[in-house]
């Protein structure tokens, strides 16, 4: 069985400031990884993902992660936050096989103070 | 285009009622998936639908749960004698048939929250 771990329920960081919100898997063998976003009252948005191509991936928005399989992590890192970027992340896996779930952690709750 | 659409957006229900949730998908999305997220945690799997068939239910919590896809587009979660447990975003997503190199990406709605008293 799959399984995702975030660490750190809420992060505050300083506008400007770097945003670095931890992930990681656990797997049998190195799985499809996401970032999703989500603001107050809508639905979960895609910010990036690893599907086994380079292991330094470029999402909206800014973001970016990079996949070590060594340390079975995908951290996803902003180098300047904005205001804009307060909401809530979650990092999923879902195996190489078709028609899969997503299986989520609980999530980094992200504040950005001016 | 439009994306996916939930309704209703939120529902209240008196402790053993029945309610239906709607999930419209993007047109043409073979895949559809529904999850329940909790208040303060993660979305958690409930269940699968490729065109109409129900392909994976391991995640519904009980036999109180149903959901059905009769024509392949538009897909209905139902709950039986709802329990206070059963408060959460009821969340939909669809996808494109999944290709054999690249994972098709699954687009969320806004999901809808059921309150039970």
């Known amino acids: 069985a799959q399984s995702v771990t975030q660490l750190g329920s809420h992060v505050s960081v300083s506008e400007g400031a770097l945003v670095l919100l931890r992930c990681n898997y656990s797997s049998s063998v190195p799985p499809y990884l996401f970032w999703y976003v989500q603001y107050p009252n809508q639905g979960l948005q895609l910010l990036l993902k690893?599907?086994?191509?380079?292991?330094l991936v470029k999402g909206i928005n800014g973001f970016e992660a990079e996949f070590k399989k060594s340390e079975t992590s995908f951290h996803l890192t902003k180098p300047s936050a904005h205001m804009s970027d307060a909401a809530e992340y979650f990092c999923a896996v879902t195996p190489k096989a078709a028609g899969n779930k997503l299986t989520f952690g609980g999530g980094t709750r992200v504040l950005v103070k001016p | 285009g439009a994306g996916v659409s939930q309704s209703p957006r939120y529902k209240v229900a008196k402790r053993g009622q029945d309610v239906a949730l709607r999930c419209d998908p993007i047109?043409?999305?073979?895949?559809l998936f529904w999850y329940q997220q909790a208040l303060g945690q993660g979305p958690e799997f409930l269940t699968y639908?490729?065109?109409?068939?129900?392909?994976?239910k391991s995640g519904l919590p009980s036999d109180r749960f149903f959901a059905e896809r009769p024509e392949g587009s538009v897909s209905t979660l139902k709950i039986q004698r709802t329990q206070q447990e059963d408060s959460a975003v009821y969340l939909c997503?669809?996808?494109?048939?999944?290709?054999?190199?690249?994972?098709?990406?699954?687009?969320f709605g806004p999901g809808t929250r059921l309150t039970v008293l």
């Open positions: 047109s043409g999305h073979v895949s």
């Open positions: 997503a669809s996808s494109r048939k999944l290709e054999t190199v690249t994972m098709g990406e699954q687009f």
């Open positions: 690893y599907t086994s191509a380079a292991t």
């Open positions: 639908f490729q065109n109409e068939a129900q392909l994976d």
